[in-house]
């Protein structure tokens, strides 16, 4: 039996996504074709398959969230309480680098609180940071994250708040004031499940700069300014 490791497991995780995504777009691009050759019926049904399998990759980003924040500190449980690993993972390694750019962008010291949750030492600024793997579509680079309504309770505290999301590396680090965050909430799709909700966060690479996937009503939005230099 092949033993499971962080590494295996994210492996497995990127092939299927990817498989996922592969078939999404074949099959939107045949509903474009049916609507193309004026076959409407047809062009439903392919739609509505694409959204099946649609839901399906949430359910799957969410296991891949879970899995991750599995490996670093459990969101309810303080630091002092859980038994560091003498070596880092990649995971905390990571988190680690992206929490030194952050600190160095807002000039200030960060203390950890719980898995993804900063306080600098006055408690006067806070900090959630997340971190995601690139997941291929296309020619567009993609990076998931989950924001939890925890997390929103944890920043809204502060009088002073930041949420910051690495994508791929910290060198590809978005640092965003938690009060313009905020206002976007509303306009992404979300998952209820026990314990509260969380909002599904779908960053996109486009050349340089990224946008934000949102609801189709309300489009992507360009959050390129944010990145930290």
């Known amino acids: 039996m092949v033993p499971i490791s962080e590494y295996n497991v994210a492996g497995a995780f990127v092939i299927l996504l990817q498989k996922i995504e592969a078939q999404i777009v074949l099959t939107e691009q045949a509903g474009a074709q049916a609507i193309t050759q004026h076959n409407y019926e047809r062009a439903r049904q392919v739609l509505e398959r694409a959204g099946q399998f649609a839901a399906i990759r949430e359910k799957i980003l969410a296991l891949r969230l879970d899995w991750e924040e599995l490996l670093g500190f459990p969101e309810d449980a303080p630091p002092e309480e859980v038994q560091e690993p003498k070596e880092p993972t990649p995971l905390e390694a990571f988190r ?72 791929g590396s910290a060198d590809q680090l978005l640092l965003i004031p938690f009060a313009e965050f905020h206002k976007w909430l509303e306009t992404l799709n979300i998952t209820a499940r026990k314990g509260g909700v969380y909002w599904h966060v779908h960053l996109i690479k486009l050349g340089q700069g990224f946008v934000l996937e949102r609801k189709k009503e309300h489009g992507r939005l360009d959050v390129s300014e944010y990145l930290v230099p």
């Open 96 to 167: 680690t680098a992206c929490l030194a750019r952050i600190e160095k962008d807002l000039k200030t010291r960060l203390v950890r609180k719980r898995a993804t949750s900063y306080v600098s030492a006055d408690g006067k600024l806070a900090v959630i940071c997340a971190v995601s793997r690139a997941y291929e579509h296309a020619e567009e680079p993609r990076y998931w994250f989950a924001f939890h309504t925890s997390q929103e309770a944890f920043l809204k505290a502060s009088p002073e708040a930041y949420v910051a999301f690495a994508c």
